[in-house]
């Protein structure tokens, strides 16, 4: 299995995180990408890259920070764009809208979301996307580059079945996390996940957050989530499409190697 989403360089894994991975590895994982937020984590997601055998990453900048980018007036963009030509690098992101939490304003969001959805066009790069609560946003900013980009993910798909279809008719994938055990918030995803096309589904932790209701954390931080629960994941999505186990982890792991080009 490939875990398409994890933020290993969070706080919560700055003590253990070479154990986080070895029980990944030891879960059944044979890839995991890291997510970046920013420029400055984004390097460091290239290095620690480097320094393993199954691991990619992503270089982008969260909504959350367009705000620091955007008003710092620096060249935000160049940094992405240099990091890029890392052979570890396999998506710009994690960029989009996030409306919910409101961390940046609307307009620095829309802006630099736009910016990075234009670099991942130009490089021929997948775009990994974050969409919280946009409202048509996310969609309205990437139709209009739709026929050329080359692949994109809508990461920890938490929307309406409006907005699954839209994105589906547009042929994007759609990334599923623990969101879907969750017994009060994951409902409409519960519903949704069957009719989301087999070779459009992508699975991730998105560790250390959104820990699965039903799991156990295997660390001492009850409340952390991590990449070696995947299959936790992958076995609930199993059992609400009635297919086995195994064929979500083959059909999910052949979507991430053709979409971020692993080997």
């Not at 994941?233 to 971020?260: C, D, H, S, V």
Request: charged share 20%.
């Amino acid at each position: 299995m490939i875990d398409i989403g994890a933020n290993l360089l969070n706080r919560q894994f700055r003590s253990d995180r070479a154990e986080v991975l070895d029980r990944a590895w030891a879960a059944g994982l044979t890839h995991l990408i890291v997510t970046a937020t920013n420029p400055e984590e984004a390097a460091a997601a290239s290095a620690l890259c480097v320094a393993g055998d199954n691991l990619s990453c992503t270089a982008g900048v969260h909504p959350h920070h367009a705000g620091e980018v955007h008003e710092a007036g620096g060249d935000w963009l160049g940094e992405i764009r240099a990091l890029a030509a890392s052979e570890r690098v396999c998506a710009i992101g994690e960029a989009g809208l996030d409306f919910h939490r409101k961390f940046s304003p609307h307009e620095a969001q829309r802006a630099v979301f736009a910016a990075q959805a234009e670099l991942a066009a130009e490089l021929r790069l997948p775009l990994f996307v974050h969409d919280r609560d946009s409202q048509g946003g996310v969609y309205d900013i990437l139709i209009g580059l739709a026929d050329d980009l080359t692949g994109v993910v809508i990461h920890c798909f938490t929307g309406s079945e409006r907005d699954l279809f839209r994105y589906l008719d547009v042929g994007f994938l759609i990334g599923v996390t623990g969101w879907v055990c969750d017994r009060r918030r994951g409902e409409t995803l519960r519903q949704l996940v069957p009719q989301i096309p087999l070779d459009r589904l992508l699975i991730e932790t998105d560790a250390p957050f959104l820990l699965p209701h039903g799991s156990a954390s295997p660390s001492a931080h009850r409340r952390r989530n991590e990449p070696c629960l995947l299959p936790f994941i992958a076995k609930f999505i199993a059992q609400l499409r009635g297919l086995p186990t195994a064929e979500i982890a083959a059909r999910t792991t052949a979507n991430a190697q053709r979409l971020f080009r692993l080997p």
